[in-house]
């Protein structure tokens, strides 16, 4: 049985992770997140907080800012 998930971040679909024998691969569907493309994770939730520090980085760079609760 295969095992991949959304990631989805703020109504952004940032991509899939596919479990495969290294853990999980991410596979960008949006341009912003192409940096990340093919790299692996030990978890779903691993490459989820990637692209929530990658969204974070650009938002400082940017200079706006990102407001969590």
Do not use: K, P, W
């Amino acid at each position: 049985m295969s095992r991949a998930y959304v990631i989805e971040i703020s109504d952004r679909t940032a991509g899939i992770v596919v479990a495969d024998e290294r853990g999980f691969c991410f596979f960008s569907s949006e341009r912003a997140f192409d940096s990340l493309d093919g790299g692996h994770f030990g978890s779903a939730r691993a490459a989820e907080r990637a692209v929530r520090a990658l969204l974070d980085r650009r938002r400082q760079a940017d200079g706006t800012v990102a407001i969590t609760f």
